[in-house]
Every structure is written in structure tokens, then in C-alpha cells.
């Protein structure tokens, strides 16, 4: 409901200031996990 509510009206200027700053958390927890999953996958081939 509220992603169709954004579409139509554009973000508000804090959703705008919000976003790059989630984007990047997101990127970091990406890298997080790929790191997580390297290190587990290591593991399990030994």
C-alpha cells in the first residue's frame, strides 16, 4: 500500500534524505552476508 502511495505523490524530502543512507546500510549487509557465506563455505569444504 504505502510503495503505490509513494509512486503517485514522489518521496517526501526526509524519504529522500533517508534513502542514500539506507542504500549504503543495505550495501554494507550485503557485503556482510557474501563475507558470511565465503567463510561458512570454507568450512564446509574442508
Known amino acids: ?10 518521496l517526501s ?3 529522500k534524505m533517508t534513502l ?3 542504500r549504503k546500510r543495505k550495501a554494507q549487509l550485503v ?3 557474501e563475507a ?3 567463510e561458512v563455505g570454507e ?3 574442508k
Open 31 to 33: 557485503d556482510e552476508i
Open 20 to 22: 542514500p543512507k539506507v
Open 1 to 10: 500500500m504505502s510503495s503505490r502511495y509513494s509512486e503517485r505523490n514522489g
Open 13 to 15: 524530502e526526509t524519504e
Open 43 to 45: 568450512k564446509f569444504m
Open 36 to 38: 558470511l557465506k565465503n
